[in-house]
T-cell receptor, first 113, second 112 residues
Framework: GEDVEQSLFLSVREGDSSVINCTYTDSSSTYLYWYKQEPGAGLQLLTYIFSNMDMKQDQRLTVLLNKKDKHLSLRIADTQTGDSAIYFC?????????????FGTGTQLKVEL | GAVVSQHPSWVICKSGTSVKIECRSLDFQATTMFWYRQFPKQSLMLMATSNEGSKATYEQGVEKDKFLINHASLTLSTLTVTSAHPEDSSFYICSPKENEQYFGPGTRLTVT
């Protein structure tokens, strides 16, 4: 099956780094994504990484991929109150029917002053 | 600006009635649209895939006669929840296959 697991909740202080973890089971994943969802809103793509990469950095965001352990993480440097949201990882596989996304269970990030 | 819009953004309906949700691609043509459902405090689950000019495909466990999907043009896909029940209350989100970056803002459906 295709299961993508995340821890449910993370609380950090403003200015600290946040690390959100994700484990997946499908080794054929081609791309892995991180999305942010604010209350009552749709999803915002934050960043993505191709499966043959180990790391990708984009401003305050760093994505690490351990393909052997099927582990993905998102590090947010200098976390701000505006970063409070739910974060979803997602994997996609290129199939005959086209790319399909399987989302993780979501991690709620709370940033405290 | 937004490249995928949904209408309505929220709707409250009575049990037994039908509700239509529209998903429009604004700046590009979408041949395929994914429809997701998100229950409170849960992740997004793919319900179905609409294909322009052909039948939609449904994920296992999703009733095709209850969730009617129409993709009549390259810019419009609709999801109709027929004979809605309280358990259909959820957040419905569309996303074009052509670009996983884009998601609609979602439609909050509440069935009373």
């Amino acid at each position: 099956g295709e299961d993508v697991e995340q821890s449910l909740f993370l609380s950090v202080r403003e200015g600290d780094s946040s690390v959100i973890n994700c484990t997946y089971t499908d080794s054929s994943s081609t791309y892995l994504y991180w999305y942010k969802q604010e209350p009552g809103a749709g999803l915002q793509l934050l960043t993505y990484i191709f499966s043959n990469m180990d790391m990708k950095q984009d401003q305050r965001l760093t994505v690490l991929l351990n393909k052997k352990d099927k582990h993905l993480s998102l590090r947010i440097a200098d976390t701000q109150t505006g970063d409070s949201a739910i974060y979803f990882c997602a994997e996609t596989q290129l199939t005959g029917g086209g790319n399909k996304l399987t989302f993780g269970t979501g991690t709620q990030l709370k940033v405290e002053l | 600006g937004a490249v995928v819009s949904q209408h309505p953004s929220w709707v409250i309906c009575k049990s037994g009635t039908s509700v239509k949700i529209e998903c429009r691609s604004l700046d590009f043509q979408a041949t395929t649209m994914f429809w997701y459902r998100q229950f409170p405090k849960q992740s997004l689950m793919l319900m179905a895939t609409s294909n322009e000019g052909s039948k939609a495909t449904y994920e296992q466990g999703v009733e095709k006669d209850k969730f009617l999907i129409n993709h009549a043009s390259l810019t419009l896909s609709t999801l109709t929840v027929t004979s809605a029940h309280p358990e259909d209350s959820s957040f419905y989100i569309c996303s074009p296959k052509e670009n996983e970056q884009y998601f609609g803002p979602g439609t909050r459906l509440t069935v009373t």
